[in-house]
């Protein structure tokens, strides 16, 4: 059997970073910066005030309380301004360019608020309450490197930098289809021996939490030659794609059965529980990888977090490599297969300890969506005592 490791460098070795696109910022959230940022100007791009409150100049309220005529107001947003001249004051918003000739700002709570005449009741130092030009960024600086996820953060200094546009590495386009004849949508009947799809829906969202964009497209009967038809029409907007079920050892394994003879996927058992039957290659003229995920729901979404997510954050431009994983304390024993990687499903608390969710079925959907880890069970161990020091993967 081939082992987790081995499977995943084979799938880092093939899957490709995407090439970078010029994107409205309003596209960009989740994208990967791939060019320099920096701002033509500096930010903020002139001396303004920090506080609404007074324009002055600190020498001439130095003996406050002190009174001084109000020679102008200005608004956030003003052009024109006077410059003010000694002993003089100018109403002034937060945001509002300071005048020339004025060195500090006093705020209007140690003011009367006057707006002919201000009483002023206590001294400030120069440059009190004032944001000098090019205090958050110089102009030419570069503000944000290659390689930076953009969060709403990062989005709001792009546009606080003038840009509308911005090259980046796009968020993946990942269709998940679900196969099985047993398989009707959630929201309908279940006739006998039928079950509704939750795969799709899983593997969607995963692929979104793992910052690609993912496309239910539903399920497909386990018809080779219909699972064939629905990829193809679904390759023309796919990065990827993730299939679930089809691929075990029975019979009407369509995934298997319509892949096999291109060459281009591989079919192989990992040495893993869950999720043993794996498939991953390349499909179509583009070359699209494919991860071809087994159908049980805990089987493939284990997979997806060892497997898929890591060739997302590759395509994405990411460091990418296998889950990281922390020590936690083991709060009850678990046995594990001999020769196999355990991902037990547990619940890790603040305090570092772990406990397994009980039905550790590969079917218990139930179990996994109580739990907030794995728990990595090394291939040669099969018994875990309680309190022994683990290893464990947050989802
Ligand atoms: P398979 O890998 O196709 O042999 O399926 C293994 C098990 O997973 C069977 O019990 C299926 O009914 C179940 N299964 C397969 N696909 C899905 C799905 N999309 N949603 C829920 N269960 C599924
Ligand atoms: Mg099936």
Redesign the pocket.
């Known amino acids: 059997m081939k082992s987790v490791d081995a499977h995943l460098a084979d799938i880092l070795a093939t899957v490709r970073t995407l090439a970078p696109l010029e994107l409205e910022l309003e596209r960009a959230l989740g994208t990967t910066l791939a060019e320099e940022v920096s701002s033509p100007v500096p930010l903020p791009p002139f001396d303004n005030s920090a506080m609404d409150g007074y324009a002055v100049r600190a020498a001439d309220v130095a003996a406050a309380p002190v009174s001084l005529p109000v020679i102008d107001d200005i608004a956030a947003g003003s052009g024109e301004l006077r410059a003010i001249g000694q002993g003089h004051a100018v109403r002034i918003m937060t945001g509002a360019p300071l005048p020339a000739g004025a060195d500090a700002v006093v705020p209007v709570e140690w003011t009367d608020g006057g707006t002919v005449t201000v009483r002023i009741d206590r001294p400030v130092r120069e440059g009190n309450a004032v944001r000098r030009a090019g205090e958050d960024v110089q102009a030419g600086e570069v503000v944000l490197k290659p390689g930076t996820t953009i969060g709403a953060a990062q989005l709001g200094i792009i546009a606080g930098t003038g840009r509308r546009r911005v090259w980046v590495r796009p968020r993946p386009r990942v269709v998940v289809l679900?196969?099985?004849a047993?398989?009707v949508e959630p929201g309908t009947q279940l006739g006998p021996g039928q079950?509704?799809?939750?795969?799709?829906f899983?593997l969607t969202a995963a692929v979104r939490e793992a910052g690609g964009d993912g496309f239910r497209a539903g399920?497909v009967t386990?018809d080779p030659a219909a699972f064939l038809d629905q990829l193809d029409a679904q390759l023309v907007r796919a990065d990827a794609v993730i299939t679930?079920?089809?691929?075990?050892m029975?019979a009407?394994?369509p995934?298997k059965e319509a892949l096999g003879p291109l060459g281009t996927v591989r079919f192989e058992k990992v040495a893993m529980q869950p999720g043993m039957?794996q498939g991953f290659g390349v499909v179509g003229d583009d070359q699209v990888p494919i991860f071809t995920l087994?159908?049980?729901?805990v089987?493939?979404y284990v997979s997806f977090q060892l497997f898929v997510r890591p060739a997302l954050r590759k395509m994405r431009g990411l460091p990418a490599g296998p889950p990281i994983t922390r020590s936690a304390h083991l709060l009850a024993p678990l046995h594990s297969p001999e020769g196999k990687r355990s991902f037990l499903r547990g619940v890790l608390a603040d305090d570092g300890t772990v406990t397994p969710v009980r039905g550790q079925g590969?079917?218990q959907?139930a179990a996994l969506a109580l739990a907030n880890c794995l728990i990595m069970v090394p291939e040669q161990v099969t018994e875990v005592p309680s309190g022994a020091s683990v290893q464990v993967i947050r989802i």
């Open positions: 679900s196969t099985g047993e398989l079950i509704w799809d939750s795969n799709s899983t399920t386990d679930s079920g089809g691929v075990s029975g009407y394994e995934v039957p087994p159908g049980n729901p089987s493939s590969s079917h959907l």
